[in-house]
Protein backbone atom coordinates (compact mmCIF):
# COMPACT_ATOMS: atom_id res chain seq x y z
CA UNK A 1 0.00 0.00 0.00
CA UNK A 2 2.81 2.33 1.21
CA UNK A 3 4.66 1.85 -2.08
CA UNK A 4 1.45 2.25 -4.52
CA UNK A 5 0.81 5.59 -2.44
CA UNK A 6 4.61 6.72 -2.67
CA UNK A 7 4.55 5.65 -6.62
CA UNK A 8 1.51 7.93 -7.57
CA UNK A 9 2.62 10.95 -5.85
CA UNK A 10 5.69 11.39 -9.27
CA UNK A 11 2.72 10.45 -11.34
CA UNK A 12 0.51 13.18 -10.33
CA UNK A 13 2.91 16.00 -9.53
CA UNK A 14 3.33 14.95 -13.86
CA UNK A 15 0.13 15.01 -14.79
CA UNK A 16 -0.26 18.41 -12.84
CA UNK A 17 3.01 19.19 -14.65
CA UNK A 18 1.21 18.67 -18.09
CA UNK A 19 -2.34 20.51 -16.68
CA UNK A 20 -0.06 23.06 -15.78
CA UNK A 21 1.89 23.31 -18.84
CA UNK A 22 -1.29 22.88 -21.18
CA UNK A 23 -3.24 25.37 -19.31
CA UNK A 24 -0.09 28.05 -19.20
CA UNK A 25 0.16 27.36 -23.57
CA UNK A 26 -3.33 28.06 -23.76
CA UNK A 27 -3.39 30.74 -21.79
CA UNK A 28 0.13 31.80 -23.40
CA UNK A 29 -1.67 31.64 -26.71
CA UNK A 30 -4.88 33.11 -25.94
CA UNK A 31 -2.79 36.29 -24.46
CA UNK A 32 -0.40 36.13 -27.57
CA UNK A 33 -3.29 36.15 -29.78
CA UNK A 34 -4.75 39.34 -27.98
CA UNK A 35 -1.89 41.03 -28.01
CA UNK A 36 -1.45 40.23 -32.03
CA UNK A 37 -4.93 41.12 -32.43
CA UNK A 38 -4.36 44.11 -30.49
CA UNK A 39 -1.44 44.98 -32.06
CA UNK A 40 -3.27 44.43 -35.43
CA UNK A 41 -5.81 46.80 -34.86
CA UNK A 42 -3.70 49.56 -33.55
CA UNK A 43 -1.60 49.33 -36.71
CA UNK A 44 -4.66 49.00 -39.20
CA UNK A 45 -5.91 52.02 -37.88
CA UNK A 46 -2.06 53.82 -37.81
CA UNK A 47 -2.49 52.65 -41.37
CA UNK A 48 -5.85 53.99 -42.26
CA UNK A 49 -5.58 56.87 -41.42
CA UNK A 50 -2.08 57.21 -43.34
CA UNK A 51 -4.29 55.94 -46.57
CA UNK A 52 -6.94 59.04 -45.79
CA UNK A 53 -3.67 61.53 -45.31
CA UNK A 54 -2.38 60.50 -48.35
CA UNK A 55 -5.02 61.23 -50.24
CA UNK A 56 -5.98 64.62 -48.21
CA UNK A 57 -2.68 65.58 -49.42
CA UNK A 58 -2.93 64.38 -53.01
CA UNK A 59 -6.33 66.31 -53.00
CA UNK A 60 -4.27 69.39 -51.16
CA UNK A 61 -2.11 69.56 -53.79
CA UNK A 62 -4.38 69.45 -56.51
CA UNK A 63 -6.54 72.17 -55.22
CA UNK A 64 -3.45 74.42 -55.08
CA UNK A 65 -2.32 73.91 -58.44
CA UNK A 66 -5.34 73.87 -60.32
CA UNK A 67 -6.33 76.91 -58.23
CA UNK A 68 -2.97 78.59 -59.13
CA UNK A 69 -3.45 78.06 -62.85
CA UNK A 70 -7.41 79.30 -62.83
CA UNK A 71 -5.90 82.19 -61.02
CA UNK A 72 -3.78 82.56 -64.04
CA UNK A 73 -6.18 82.60 -66.60
CA UNK A 74 -8.53 84.52 -64.87
CA UNK A 75 -6.36 87.09 -64.70
CA UNK A 76 -5.55 87.13 -68.51
CA UNK A 77 -9.01 86.97 -68.86
CA UNK A 78 -9.59 90.42 -67.10
CA UNK A 79 -7.02 91.99 -68.80
CA UNK A 80 -9.01 90.59 -72.35
CA UNK A 81 -12.19 92.10 -70.60
CA UNK A 82 -10.34 95.36 -69.95
CA UNK A 83 -9.17 95.51 -73.33
CA UNK A 84 -12.45 95.46 -74.87
CA UNK A 85 -14.65 97.25 -72.15
CA UNK A 86 -12.61 100.03 -72.94
CA UNK A 87 -12.27 99.58 -77.19
CA UNK A 88 -16.33 99.24 -76.25
CA UNK A 89 -16.35 102.49 -74.34
CA UNK A 90 -14.24 104.15 -76.85
CA UNK A 91 -16.37 102.84 -80.03
CA UNK A 92 -19.33 103.94 -78.67
CA UNK A 93 -18.67 107.43 -77.14
CA UNK A 94 -20.03 110.49 -78.82
CA UNK A 95 -16.51 112.08 -79.12
CA UNK A 96 -14.96 109.32 -80.85
CA UNK A 97 -17.63 109.76 -84.29
CA UNK A 98 -16.00 113.40 -84.35
CA UNK A 99 -12.40 111.81 -84.86
CA UNK A 100 -11.53 111.88 -89.02
CA UNK A 101 -11.99 108.00 -90.28
CA UNK A 102 -8.10 108.05 -90.74
CA UNK A 103 -7.25 108.66 -87.42
CA UNK A 104 -9.70 105.77 -85.67
CA UNK A 105 -7.31 103.01 -85.48
CA UNK A 106 -4.54 104.88 -83.84
CA UNK A 107 -7.11 106.60 -81.32
CA UNK A 108 -8.47 103.40 -80.80
CA UNK A 109 -5.19 100.64 -80.51
CA UNK A 110 -2.54 102.91 -79.49
CA UNK A 111 -2.87 102.99 -75.95
CA UNK A 112 -4.74 99.64 -75.68
CA UNK A 113 -2.66 97.22 -73.44
CA UNK A 114 -1.96 94.22 -75.54
CA UNK A 115 -1.94 90.61 -73.71
CA UNK A 116 0.73 88.37 -74.69
CA UNK A 117 -1.87 85.69 -76.12
CA UNK A 118 -3.56 88.28 -78.08
CA UNK A 119 -3.79 86.94 -81.63
CA UNK A 120 -6.76 89.87 -83.69
CA UNK A 121 -8.20 92.38 -82.25
CA UNK A 122 -10.82 93.84 -84.54
CA UNK A 123 -14.67 95.79 -84.30
CA UNK A 124 -17.69 95.24 -86.18
CA UNK A 125 -20.30 97.22 -87.77
CA UNK A 126 -24.24 95.58 -87.54
CA UNK A 127 -23.42 93.58 -90.89
CA UNK A 128 -20.30 91.87 -89.08
CA UNK A 129 -18.25 93.77 -91.41
CA UNK A 130 -14.49 94.66 -89.93
CA UNK A 131 -14.51 98.50 -90.04
CA UNK A 132 -11.31 98.62 -87.71
CA UNK A 133 -8.48 96.28 -86.66
CA UNK A 134 -5.39 96.56 -84.44
CA UNK A 135 -2.84 94.25 -85.88
CA UNK A 136 -2.25 95.44 -89.60
CA UNK A 137 -4.14 92.25 -90.60
CA UNK A 138 -5.64 93.97 -93.88
CA UNK A 139 -9.09 92.32 -92.81
CA UNK A 140 -10.60 95.87 -92.47
CA UNK A 141 -13.91 95.11 -95.04
CA UNK A 142 -14.03 91.41 -94.71
CA UNK A 143 -17.45 89.89 -92.62
CA UNK A 144 -17.59 88.20 -89.72
CA UNK A 145 -21.09 87.46 -89.84
CA UNK A 146 -20.94 83.66 -90.09
CA UNK A 147 -19.28 83.25 -87.01
CA UNK A 148 -21.62 82.05 -84.18
CA UNK A 149 -20.58 84.52 -81.28
CA UNK A 150 -21.79 87.55 -83.98
CA UNK A 151 -25.06 86.24 -84.40
CA UNK A 152 -25.36 85.78 -80.22
CA UNK A 153 -24.39 89.07 -79.92
CA UNK A 154 -27.03 90.31 -82.49
CA UNK A 155 -29.81 88.56 -81.26
CA UNK A 156 -28.80 88.77 -77.36
CA UNK A 157 -28.69 92.48 -75.47
CA UNK A 158 -26.07 90.93 -73.51
CA UNK A 159 -23.25 93.09 -72.34
CA UNK A 160 -21.08 90.49 -70.83
CA UNK A 161 -18.29 89.01 -72.46
CA UNK A 162 -19.15 86.31 -74.63
CA UNK A 163 -16.21 83.40 -75.19
CA UNK A 164 -16.17 80.74 -77.42
CA UNK A 165 -14.25 78.28 -79.18
CA UNK A 166 -11.89 76.62 -80.09
CA UNK A 167 -11.90 77.89 -83.54
CA UNK A 168 -8.90 78.30 -86.06
CA UNK A 169 -8.66 82.59 -86.50
CA UNK A 170 -9.85 83.51 -90.47
CA UNK A 171 -7.17 85.56 -90.07
CA UNK A 172 -4.05 84.01 -88.73
CA UNK A 173 -5.34 80.35 -89.28
CA UNK A 174 -4.09 79.87 -85.62
CA UNK A 175 -6.18 77.81 -82.84
CA UNK A 176 -7.86 80.40 -80.50
CA UNK A 177 -10.85 81.01 -78.38
CA UNK A 178 -12.77 84.47 -79.33
CA UNK A 179 -14.08 86.85 -76.46
CA UNK A 180 -16.12 89.11 -77.85
CA UNK A 181 -18.68 92.34 -76.69
CA UNK A 182 -21.83 94.01 -77.98
CA UNK A 183 -21.67 97.20 -79.14
CA UNK A 184 -24.86 99.38 -78.90
CA UNK A 185 -26.55 102.29 -80.52
CA UNK A 186 -27.14 105.72 -77.90
CA UNK A 187 -31.12 104.08 -78.73
CA UNK A 188 -30.06 100.36 -77.44
CA UNK A 189 -30.11 99.08 -80.90
CA UNK A 190 -27.13 97.12 -82.00
CA UNK A 191 -24.44 98.19 -83.91
CA UNK A 192 -21.67 95.55 -84.08
CA UNK A 193 -19.16 93.70 -81.58
CA UNK A 194 -15.34 94.10 -80.86
CA UNK A 195 -13.15 90.62 -80.85
CA UNK A 196 -10.34 89.71 -79.48
CA UNK A 197 -8.84 86.12 -80.07
CA UNK A 198 -6.83 84.31 -77.34
CA UNK A 199 -4.14 82.00 -79.31
CA UNK A 200 -4.56 78.26 -77.43
CA UNK A 201 -0.70 78.12 -77.52
CA UNK A 202 -1.06 80.29 -74.24
CA UNK A 203 -2.58 77.70 -72.28
CA UNK A 204 -0.28 74.90 -74.03
CA UNK A 205 2.69 76.78 -72.61
CA UNK A 206 1.25 77.33 -69.38
CA UNK A 207 0.34 73.63 -69.01
CA UNK A 208 3.90 72.11 -70.77
CA UNK A 209 6.14 73.06 -68.09
CA UNK A 210 4.21 71.78 -65.26
CA UNK A 211 5.78 68.00 -64.11
CA UNK A 212 3.13 66.17 -63.08
CA UNK A 213 3.02 62.60 -61.47
CA UNK A 214 2.65 59.28 -64.02
CA UNK A 215 -0.76 58.90 -64.96
CA UNK A 216 -2.15 62.22 -63.81
CA UNK A 217 -3.75 64.55 -66.28
CA UNK A 218 -4.14 68.02 -66.26
CA UNK A 219 -7.26 69.44 -68.67
CA UNK A 220 -8.14 73.00 -69.03
CA UNK A 221 -12.72 72.82 -70.20
CA UNK A 222 -14.38 75.60 -72.27
CA UNK A 223 -18.38 75.44 -70.89
CA UNK A 224 -17.83 72.83 -68.19
CA UNK A 225 -16.87 69.96 -71.46
CA UNK A 226 -15.02 71.86 -74.69
CA UNK A 227 -11.50 70.91 -74.09
CA UNK A 228 -9.31 73.83 -74.98
CA UNK A 229 -5.87 72.27 -73.28
CA UNK A 230 -4.25 69.36 -72.11
CA UNK A 231 -1.20 68.00 -70.55
CA UNK A 232 0.45 65.28 -71.58
CA UNK A 233 -0.11 66.87 -74.24
CA UNK A 234 -2.97 65.07 -77.08
CA UNK A 235 -3.98 66.79 -80.27
CA UNK A 236 -6.60 64.43 -80.60
CA UNK A 237 -8.08 65.56 -78.06
CA UNK A 238 -8.62 69.55 -78.52
CA UNK A 239 -12.02 70.51 -79.07
CA UNK A 240 -13.36 67.37 -78.18
CA UNK A 241 -17.00 67.89 -76.46
CA UNK A 242 -17.78 65.99 -73.62
CA UNK A 243 -20.73 68.27 -71.86
CA UNK A 244 -22.35 65.26 -71.59
CA UNK A 245 -20.00 63.56 -69.30
CA UNK A 246 -22.42 63.29 -65.77
CA UNK A 247 -19.51 63.90 -63.71
CA UNK A 248 -18.96 67.17 -65.98
CA UNK A 249 -22.84 68.15 -65.48
CA UNK A 250 -22.83 67.89 -61.94
CA UNK A 251 -20.51 70.71 -61.03
CA UNK A 252 -21.85 73.05 -63.61
CA UNK A 253 -21.70 76.11 -61.53
CA UNK A 254 -19.47 74.92 -58.53
CA UNK A 255 -16.55 77.10 -57.71
CA UNK A 256 -14.39 74.03 -56.61
CA UNK A 257 -15.63 70.42 -56.83
CA UNK A 258 -13.89 67.25 -56.32
CA UNK A 259 -14.91 63.74 -57.29
CA UNK A 260 -14.07 60.40 -58.34
CA UNK A 261 -14.49 58.67 -61.79
CA UNK A 262 -13.74 55.16 -63.07
CA UNK A 263 -10.33 55.30 -65.05
CA UNK A 264 -8.45 52.66 -67.33
CA UNK A 265 -7.22 49.11 -65.91
CA UNK A 266 -10.37 49.16 -63.54
CA UNK A 267 -8.43 52.62 -61.59
CA UNK A 268 -10.11 55.13 -60.00
CA UNK A 269 -8.77 58.43 -60.78
CA UNK A 270 -9.42 61.25 -57.74
CA UNK A 271 -10.26 64.70 -60.30
CA UNK A 272 -10.57 68.30 -58.60
CA UNK A 273 -12.00 70.67 -60.63
CA UNK A 274 -11.75 74.44 -60.29
CA UNK A 275 -13.59 77.70 -61.93
CA UNK A 276 -11.69 80.53 -63.74
CA UNK A 277 -13.07 83.04 -62.33
CA UNK A 278 -14.77 85.64 -64.53
CA UNK A 279 -15.21 82.62 -67.26
CA UNK A 280 -16.75 79.62 -68.35
CA UNK A 281 -13.21 77.78 -68.00
CA UNK A 282 -12.24 74.85 -65.72
CA UNK A 283 -9.41 73.69 -64.87
CA UNK A 284 -9.20 69.85 -63.94
CA UNK A 285 -6.34 67.56 -62.69
CA UNK A 286 -6.87 63.52 -62.15
CA UNK A 287 -4.48 61.90 -60.30
CA UNK A 288 -4.71 57.67 -60.08
CA UNK A 289 -5.19 57.32 -56.67
CA UNK A 290 -3.28 53.20 -57.64
CA UNK A 291 -0.20 56.21 -57.40
CA UNK A 292 -1.66 58.25 -54.54
CA UNK A 293 -1.58 55.24 -52.98
CA UNK A 294 1.95 54.00 -53.41
CA UNK A 295 3.85 55.89 -50.97
CA UNK A 296 1.21 54.24 -48.79
CA UNK A 297 1.88 50.93 -49.54
CA UNK A 298 5.31 50.61 -49.42
CA UNK A 299 4.93 52.51 -45.44
CA UNK A 300 2.32 49.49 -44.85
CA UNK A 301 4.27 46.90 -46.34
CA UNK A 302 7.11 47.97 -43.90
CA UNK A 303 5.02 48.34 -40.94
CA UNK A 304 3.34 44.89 -42.06
CA UNK A 305 6.69 43.57 -42.37
CA UNK A 306 7.99 44.75 -39.10
CA UNK A 307 4.77 43.62 -37.21
CA UNK A 308 4.78 39.85 -38.94
CA UNK A 309 8.24 39.87 -37.13
CA UNK A 310 6.88 40.84 -33.29
CA UNK A 311 3.77 38.37 -33.79
CA UNK A 312 5.91 35.49 -35.00
CA UNK A 313 7.78 35.47 -31.46
CA UNK A 314 3.95 35.18 -29.74
CA UNK A 315 2.15 32.96 -32.17
CA UNK A 316 3.10 28.81 -32.85
CA UNK A 317 5.31 27.80 -35.15
CA UNK A 318 2.16 26.87 -37.89
CA UNK A 319 1.86 30.67 -37.92
CA UNK A 320 5.34 31.13 -39.10
CA UNK A 321 5.50 28.26 -41.61
CA UNK A 322 2.08 29.84 -42.96
CA UNK A 323 3.64 33.45 -43.12
CA UNK A 324 6.47 31.98 -45.14
CA UNK A 325 4.45 30.38 -47.76
CA UNK A 326 2.93 33.75 -48.02
CA UNK A 327 5.80 35.14 -48.48
CA UNK A 328 6.67 32.63 -51.37
CA UNK A 329 3.70 32.95 -52.83
CA UNK A 330 4.53 37.12 -52.62
CA UNK A 331 7.77 36.45 -54.51
CA UNK A 332 6.35 34.17 -57.21
CA UNK A 333 3.99 36.32 -58.23
CA UNK A 334 6.35 39.38 -57.91
CA UNK A 335 8.87 37.26 -60.14
CA UNK A 336 6.16 36.04 -62.40
CA UNK A 337 5.10 39.71 -62.67
CA UNK A 338 9.12 40.73 -63.82
CA UNK A 339 8.55 37.99 -66.28
CA UNK A 340 5.25 39.64 -67.87
CA UNK A 341 7.09 43.09 -67.50
CA UNK A 342 10.27 41.50 -69.43
CA UNK A 343 7.97 39.80 -72.10
CA UNK A 344 6.22 42.91 -72.77
CA UNK A 345 9.87 45.00 -73.07
CA UNK A 346 10.92 42.48 -75.45
CA UNK A 347 8.36 42.29 -78.02
CA UNK A 348 6.82 46.50 -77.19
CA UNK A 349 7.89 49.39 -79.34
CA UNK A 350 8.75 51.88 -75.84
CA UNK A 351 8.04 55.19 -78.38
CA UNK A 352 4.50 53.66 -79.67
CA UNK A 353 3.47 51.29 -77.50
CA UNK A 354 2.75 48.69 -80.35
CA UNK A 355 4.19 45.77 -81.38
CA UNK A 356 8.15 45.96 -82.48
CA UNK A 357 9.82 43.79 -84.92
CA UNK A 358 10.53 40.89 -82.86
CA UNK A 359 6.80 40.86 -82.33
CA UNK A 360 6.14 40.65 -86.25
CA UNK A 361 8.91 38.28 -87.43
CA UNK A 362 7.11 35.95 -84.43
CA UNK A 363 3.69 36.16 -85.99
CA UNK A 364 5.01 36.06 -89.26
CA UNK A 365 6.93 32.75 -88.46
CA UNK A 366 3.33 31.49 -86.99
CA UNK A 367 1.23 32.70 -89.42
CA UNK A 368 3.88 30.87 -91.98
CA UNK A 369 2.85 27.47 -90.00
CA UNK A 370 -0.82 28.24 -90.06
CA UNK A 371 -0.94 28.71 -93.80
CA UNK A 372 1.34 25.77 -94.28
CA UNK A 373 -1.14 23.51 -92.81
CA UNK A 374 -4.34 25.08 -93.96
CA UNK A 375 -4.19 27.39 -96.93
CA UNK A 376 -6.20 30.73 -96.42
CA UNK A 377 -5.62 33.91 -97.14
CA UNK A 378 -3.08 36.38 -95.57
CA UNK A 379 -1.69 39.91 -96.85
CA UNK A 380 1.23 42.10 -95.21
CA UNK A 381 1.14 46.30 -95.55
CA UNK A 382 4.16 47.77 -95.47
CA UNK A 383 3.52 51.54 -94.68
CA UNK A 384 5.73 54.65 -94.35
CA UNK A 385 5.71 57.99 -93.28
CA UNK A 386 6.58 60.50 -96.19
CA UNK A 387 8.77 63.05 -96.35
CA UNK A 388 9.34 62.38 -92.39
CA UNK A 389 13.26 63.46 -92.28
CA UNK A 390 12.29 66.83 -93.72
CA UNK A 391 9.34 66.65 -90.82
CA UNK A 392 11.73 66.24 -88.12
CA UNK A 393 14.11 68.84 -89.70
CA UNK A 394 11.25 71.53 -89.66
CA UNK A 395 9.73 70.80 -86.73
CA UNK A 396 12.08 69.01 -84.63
CA UNK A 397 12.40 65.04 -83.04
CA UNK A 398 9.90 66.27 -80.27
CA UNK A 399 7.31 66.65 -82.92
CA UNK A 400 8.13 64.03 -84.76
CA UNK A 401 8.25 61.10 -81.91
CA UNK A 402 4.37 62.82 -81.11
CA UNK A 403 3.56 62.19 -85.02
CA UNK A 404 4.89 58.16 -84.63
CA UNK A 405 2.49 57.63 -81.76
CA UNK A 406 -0.56 59.72 -83.27
CA UNK A 407 -0.11 57.38 -86.87
CA UNK A 408 0.55 54.22 -84.46
CA UNK A 409 -2.92 54.85 -83.02
CA UNK A 410 -4.28 55.68 -85.98
CA UNK A 411 -3.06 52.36 -87.54
CA UNK A 412 -4.27 50.46 -84.52
CA UNK A 413 -7.69 51.75 -84.94
CA UNK A 414 -8.06 51.04 -88.73
CA UNK A 415 -6.78 47.32 -88.19
CA UNK A 416 -9.57 46.36 -85.61
CA UNK A 417 -9.60 42.94 -85.68
CA UNK A 418 -8.09 40.62 -82.84
CA UNK A 419 -6.40 38.16 -85.02
CA UNK A 420 -4.52 41.07 -86.93
CA UNK A 421 -1.06 42.90 -85.95
CA UNK A 422 0.07 46.43 -86.22
CA UNK A 423 3.86 47.16 -85.40
CA UNK A 424 6.67 49.64 -85.86
CA UNK A 425 9.22 48.22 -87.63
CA UNK A 426 12.14 51.01 -88.43
CA UNK A 427 12.17 55.09 -87.99
CA UNK A 428 8.74 56.04 -89.95
CA UNK A 429 8.20 52.48 -91.12
CA UNK A 430 5.19 50.37 -89.76
CA UNK A 431 3.92 47.10 -90.61
CA UNK A 432 0.24 45.00 -90.72
CA UNK A 433 -0.26 41.85 -90.24
CA UNK A 434 -3.57 40.98 -91.77
CA UNK A 435 -4.83 37.11 -91.52
CA UNK A 436 -7.53 35.33 -93.35
CA UNK A 437 -8.04 38.56 -95.39
CA UNK A 438 -8.18 38.45 -99.42
CA UNK A 439 -6.93 41.28 -101.26
CA UNK A 440 -9.71 43.14 -101.67
CA UNK A 441 -10.55 43.23 -98.07
CA UNK A 442 -6.29 43.98 -97.60
CA UNK A 443 -6.65 47.15 -99.83
CA UNK A 444 -9.79 47.93 -98.22
CA UNK A 445 -8.00 47.97 -94.53
CA UNK A 446 -4.96 49.88 -96.36
CA UNK A 447 -6.84 52.93 -98.06
CA UNK A 448 -8.62 53.12 -93.86
CA UNK A 449 -5.08 53.40 -92.91
CA UNK A 450 -4.29 56.16 -95.46
CA UNK A 451 -7.43 58.33 -95.12
CA UNK A 452 -7.41 57.71 -91.02
CA UNK A 453 -3.93 58.86 -90.86
CA UNK A 454 -4.51 61.78 -93.45
CA UNK A 455 -7.24 62.59 -91.25
CA UNK A 456 -5.33 63.72 -88.78
CA UNK A 457 -4.19 66.79 -89.88
CA UNK A 458 -0.78 66.82 -88.70
CA UNK A 459 0.69 70.02 -90.10
CA UNK A 460 3.93 69.53 -92.88
CA UNK A 461 4.86 72.19 -94.70
CA UNK A 462 7.52 69.83 -96.27
CA UNK A 463 4.74 67.78 -98.21
CA UNK A 464 3.06 68.76 -100.97
CA UNK A 465 0.04 68.18 -99.33
CA UNK A 466 0.17 69.86 -96.35
CA UNK A 467 -0.13 67.55 -94.05
CA UNK A 468 1.40 64.11 -92.97
CA UNK A 469 0.28 61.22 -95.21
CA UNK A 470 1.51 57.39 -95.78
CA UNK A 471 1.98 55.67 -98.45
CA UNK A 472 1.51 51.64 -98.23
CA UNK A 473 2.74 48.50 -99.65
CA UNK A 474 0.32 45.48 -99.57
CA UNK A 475 0.87 42.24 -100.80
CA UNK A 476 -0.85 39.09 -100.11
CA UNK A 477 -0.19 35.15 -100.01
CA UNK A 478 -3.45 34.18 -102.16
CA UNK A 479 -4.83 30.93 -101.94
CA UNK A 480 -3.19 27.70 -103.90
CA UNK A 481 -1.59 24.27 -103.29
CA UNK A 482 1.88 25.61 -102.53
CA UNK A 483 1.06 29.00 -100.30
CA UNK A 484 3.59 32.09 -100.87
CA UNK A 485 6.63 32.67 -98.71
CA UNK A 486 5.78 35.04 -96.11
CA UNK A 487 9.27 36.48 -96.81
CA UNK A 488 8.31 36.60 -100.12
CA UNK A 489 5.26 38.61 -99.43
CA UNK A 490 7.30 41.15 -96.95
CA UNK A 491 9.38 41.70 -100.06
CA UNK A 492 7.05 42.24 -102.20
CA UNK A 493 5.24 44.79 -99.87
CA UNK A 494 8.37 46.34 -99.62
CA UNK A 495 9.07 46.84 -103.48
CA UNK A 496 5.11 48.08 -103.80
CA UNK A 497 5.84 50.30 -100.99
CA UNK A 498 9.06 51.76 -103.23
CA UNK A 499 6.59 52.10 -105.86
CA UNK A 500 4.17 53.95 -104.17
CA UNK A 501 6.85 56.67 -103.33
CA UNK A 502 8.11 56.62 -106.49
CA UNK A 503 4.47 57.22 -107.87
CA UNK A 504 4.13 60.01 -105.23
CA UNK A 505 3.37 59.28 -101.76
CA UNK A 506 0.02 59.49 -100.13
CA UNK A 507 -1.12 56.11 -101.99
CA UNK A 508 -1.56 52.51 -101.54
CA UNK A 509 0.33 50.03 -104.05
CA UNK A 510 -0.43 46.60 -104.84
CA UNK A 511 2.25 44.18 -105.53
CA UNK A 512 1.33 42.51 -108.91
CA UNK A 513 1.24 38.73 -109.48
CA UNK A 514 4.67 38.62 -111.23
CA UNK A 515 6.18 40.39 -108.64
CA UNK A 516 5.00 38.02 -105.93
CA UNK A 517 5.94 35.34 -108.17
CA UNK A 518 9.13 36.31 -108.58
Known amino acids: ?95 FQQVPEHLRDMVLFSHTAAPKALGVLFVTDANGIIEAESGGNDVRGQSRAWRPYFAYHRDHDDPAMLITGPLISATTKDPVIVLSMRLNRPDGSFRGVVVASMLLTYFDGLLTDLQLDEGSALTLFLDQGIILARQPADPLAIGRDLRQDPHLQAIVGEPLAVYEEPGALDDTRLVVSTAVAGSTMRVSLAQSLDLVYGHWRRKAWTIGLTSALLISGIITLISLLHRESRQRLRVQLALGDANARLERMATTDPLTGIANRRMFDDMLRREQARVTRMPHDAAILMIDIDLFKSFNDTYGHGAGDATLRSVALAITRAVARGGDLAARIGGEEFAVLLTQTDLTGARAVADRIRETVAALGIRHSGSPHGHVTVSIGLASTGVGPVPASFEVILDSADEALYTAKKNGRDRVEIASPSMVAA
Request: no cysteine; aromatic share 6%; proline share 2%.
Open 1 to 95: MSDLFTSSKPAAALAGARALTRSTGWLGFVLGMVMAAALAVIISVQLYQDRAAARDHAQEAAVNLTGAIARDISRHIDLFRFVLSSLRDTVTSPD
